[in-house]
């Protein structure tokens, strides 16, 4: 019985250290080859130990400043779709946790089967009606693109939070007069807010690294980071990689804060419905 829970550990162990290796492997090789000379970046065999240099960082700079443009852009687009992602989110889980309604449920279940289309097979027909509005090229259109494809996931989070918070608290709150906003601002909102918490990292690590509608639907002004990036990869001069290295580690550096800071409520949000719902 020792030797099988000896091996049983071993085992589990081991798959643990594969998945890391796999997830983290590729990470590691873009952080230390941004701090790398560029003609250490592909010397065979790799070079685990050398000296750092902003050599790259400084190459960034001087060849690509677009790139720290389409940062700012980044930060608009995703604090902007955060906010309506959550407002958007919070209001449909409320009313698909607490309303027993055929309709309401067709409509939540319609909102997933949407969310689970590739992005492009929606972006094909929005490209006319986009450009008729005007809209290209801006800040708006990536929010409200954004916005729309998690608004569905978030509701259905919202919504295994929301589920668990006992309707007595509603009730009371209403027999002692409470309005609805009331209710939803003073008694629901504190309760769902570690689902919130969760949802604002599941949209900020989205829309921070999307690609395929920036790409399609932004040109010079609204280019965000990840475009910027694409752009470094296809030059006529040749990939700086070094540079590329440098962009993607700036890039990478305030998500996995984020993530890092927050990600027990990420966990919840991982987990929300799987005991209730």
């Given amino acids: 019985m020792h030797d099988l829970r000896l091996s049983t550990r071993l085992i589990r162990a081991a798959g643990i250290l594969a998945v890391l290796t796999w997830s983290l492997a590729p990470i590691l090789l873009v ?20 000296i750092p240099t902003a050599e790259n960082f400084e190459t960034l700079v001087r060849l690509n400043p677009e790139f720290f443009s389409g940062l700012r852009n980044s930060v608009i687009v995703t604090v902007f779709t955060v906010l309506l992602t959550l407002c958007a989110s919070f209001g449909a889980g409320y009313v698909y946790a607490r309303t027993k309604e055929t309709a309401y449920k067709v409509s939540a279940v319609f909102m997933l089967v949407v969310r689970m289309l590739p992005p492009i097979v929606v972006t094909v ?12 090229d801006s800040h708006l259109i990536l929010i409200l693109l954004y916005a729309a494809f998690y608004v569905s996931l978030g509701a259905w989070m919202m919504r295994s939070f929301v589920a668990q918070i006992p309707i007595e608290l509603e009730e009371a709150a209403a027999i002692d007069g409470a309005t609805l906003w009331q209710i939803l601002r003073l008694v629901v909102l504190p309760l769902a807010a570690q689902g919130l918490v969760a949802l604002t ?65 990420l966990i919840a949000g991982l987990t929300a419905g799987a005991v209730k719902s």
């Fill in 31 to 50: 952080v230390t080859s941004a701090f790398k000379e560029p003609r250490q970046i592909f010397e065979v065999p790799f070079q685990a130990f050398f």
């Fill in 125 to 136: 027909p929005l490209f006319p009606v986009i450009n008729w509005l005007e809209l290209n």
């Fill in 201 to 265: 990292l599941f949209v900020v690590v989205f829309a921070w690294n999307e690609y395929v509608f920036a790409m399609i639907f932004t040109m010079n002004n609204a280019r965000t980071a990840p475009v910027v990036i694409g752009e470094m990869l296809s030059t006529a001069e040749g990939v700086q990689w070094g540079a590329v290295f440098a962009a993607a580690t700036i890039q990478l550096v305030p998500v996995v804060l984020i993530v890092l800071a927050l990600q027990r409520f």
